[in-house]
């Protein structure tokens, strides 16, 4: 059994982009700039744009944030992300979501200009993304990519069992798992809420990805011996006697599971630390214009 480092592995990742970044400051080439909206002041919202804006000064990329009141209207929303479409200096840009009630959140990501969208969440992504065609994909699902080919996971004919099916993670690894590709080339079956006997299917998992928000909800006896499991989800549960205050928890009970995996990410240090470092890649995509080439 080997656990995933995904704290190792975002930063051998973020050591390679950053070397990339020194050549192209030598050769004269644009250093990466990732701009990031943000509205109001949610507390996770804050910490989550921060730690991006601080990832792009370790590997030396340009960041910028955009900060507005909650009050802002959907409209002057709307003007803002033109005028970061139109900014040539700006290679690509994130609105951090959630946002408030009365702005349509499809809106927003439906005038994201594509070559630009380096969350993945515009709809000309999602659909390059099934066609097998150059696009960015989202951080999760392209960090979880990742986190396979570093291990050199074996993926081609192997049963993926993905439970969850939101647009953010579970839909896009259920397809990406699919695709004529490395890693990928599984037969996969998505298992969501309201799936029967959900153990049955966990069960037969070579791969077992499970993004669905319910802490140390998969326990041994739903895991085939010898299987990669994937966890995603990331709980903060009240834990008094921490100084933050609270302990992170994953979808799958470790401690029983990982005995029977050949590969299995840990919470925290499995996936999330590869999200951050899935968006610095696409952000050096773009810069590169390797995905879309205006
Ligand atoms: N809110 C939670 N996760 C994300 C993310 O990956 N991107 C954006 N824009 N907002 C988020």
Redesign the pocket.
């Known amino acids: 059994m080997e656990i995933i480092n995904g704290k190792t592995v975002a930063s051998v990742l973020k050591g390679k982009m950053a070397e990339e970044v020194a050549i192209r400051k030598t050769n004269g080439l644009k250093v990466p700039h990732l701009s990031a909206i943000l509205v109001g002041h949610n507390g996770a919202?804050e910490t989550?744009v921060a730690n991006k804006i601080k990832a792009c000064k370790e590997v030396g990329f340009f960041s910028s944030t955009f900060r507005y009141p909650d009050s802002i209207t959907e409209e002057d929303l709307l003007n803002v992300i033109n005028q970061i479409n139109e900014n040539d200096d700006i290679d690509g840009f994130?609105?951090?979501?959630?946002l408030p009630k009365l702005i349509a959140e499809n809106k927003v990501i439906n005038a994201i200009k594509p070559s630009k969208d380096v969350?993945g969440?515009h709809p000309e992504n999602t659909g390059r993304m099934i066609k097998n065609l150059p696009c960015y994909i989202?951080?999760?699902p392209y960090g979880i990519l990742k986190l396979i080919e570093y291990y050199k996971i074996e993926t081609k004919g192997k049963h993926c069992v993905v439970v969850g099916r939101s647009n953010?993670v579970g839909s896009p690894i259920s397809i990406l798992m699919s695709r004529d590709n490395y890693p990928g080339n599984c037969t996969v079956t998505l298992c969501h809420s309201k799936t029967q006997n959900l153990s049955e299917y966990t069960s037969k998992a070579d791969i077992l990805i499970v993004a669905l928000g319910k802490p140390e909800f998969v326990n041994g006896d739903m895991v085939k011996e010898g299987a990669v499991v994937i966890d995603v989800g990331l709980t903060r549960i009240e834990d008094k006697t921490k100084k933050s205050g609270f302990v992170l928890k994953g979808d799958v009970m470790f401690d029983e599971v990982a005995p029977k995996c050949s590969f299995i990410t840990p919470v925290p240090g499995g996936v999330g630390p590869m999200?951050i470092v899935a968006l610095l890649e696409n952000t050096l995509k773009a810069a590169r214009r390797e995905v879309y080439n205006s």
Do not use: E, G, H, M
């Not at 994130?94 to 959630?98: A, C, D, E, K, S």
């Open positions: 919202s989550y994130i609105v951090q979501l959630p969350d969440f989202a951080a999760t953010i999200t």
